[in-house]
């Protein structure tokens, strides 16, 4: 996953943006937007979409954490932190999510080899986090939305809890639909008769 990645650089001396451009290249990478401040970095990365930044963090105009931040507002983007020398409030800074390593200059091209191949393991580690925690969110709004409708059908056909449950499945299969679909319409026309029987 770490090879043929569209990357995002962003960085204000010009030496280390020329190295980065001619590295990067060399491991199978594209550089596709070269940025000297964050500002910049944050409007290519919104045209461009990269798959990874790497970018230092004090720059002008908007510093690398604060633009990683920005970036990640629109598209979930891992990216790595370079800087000049080791900082406590700079670390713990940049601990939010979208960042996924951080590297002290001068860096070497070992040390960002690895760095990449981290940064996107932990960002696909994160992601496929991120996809489970949906998957459980909507199975429990599903199972609200299925235990509610099968409630309006023990009391409206008198039935138990298991019987409920067997024709909401059956006459789900027959309509070729899927449980959680049934079950909304069946809340949403219990919530019709509800109002029915309100009337004088």
Same mark, same amino acid.
């Given at each position: 996953m770490s090879a043929g990645l569209q990357i995002a650089i962003a960085? !204000?001396?010009?030496d280390v943006r020329e190295y980065l451009q001619e590295m990067l290249p060399r491991q199978g990478h594209r550089v596709v937007a070269v940025a000297e401040n964050g500002r910049q970095l944050v409007d290519q990365c919104r045209k461009l979409h990269p798959d990874l930044v790497?970018?230092?963090? &004090?720059m002008p105009a908007l510093d690398g954490i604060d633009a990683a931040l920005a970036i990640n507002q629109d598209r979930q983007?891992?990216?790595? *932190?370079?800087s000049a020398y080791h900082d406590v409030n700079l670390q713990s800074r940049a601990a939010a999510d979208p960042i996924m390593a951080y590297l002290v200059k001068p860096v070497r091209e070992p040390d960002l /080899?690895?760095?990449?191949?981290?940064?996107?393991? $932990?960002?696909?580690?994160? +992601?496929?986090?991120? =996809?489970e925690a949906d998957? *459980?969110?909507?199975a429990l709004e599903d199972r609200k939305?299925?235990? =509610?409708?099968?409630?309006?059908?023990? &009391? $409206? *056909? %008198? /039935? !138990?809890?298991?019987?409920a449950? $067997?024709?909401? +499945? =059956?006459?789900?299969?027959? %309509?070729? =639909?899927? *449980?959680?679909?049934?079950a909304a319409e069946i809340i949403q026309a219990e919530e019709v008769f509800e109002q029915i029987e309100r009337l004088p």
């Open positions: 960085e !204000d001396e010009r790497i970018t230092d963090i &004090k983007t891992p990216i790595i *932190l370079l /080899v690895a760095a990449i191949g981290l940064a996107m393991t $932990r960002f696909n580690h994160f +992601q496929a986090l991120s =996809r998957n *459980l969110r909507q939305v299925i235990e =509610r409708a099968k409630g309006a059908t023990m &009391k $409206r *056909l %008198g /039935v !138990d809890e298991s019987e449950f $067997r024709r909401m +499945q =059956r006459l789900a299969s027959e %309509g070729n =639909r899927k *449980l959680r679909e049934l």
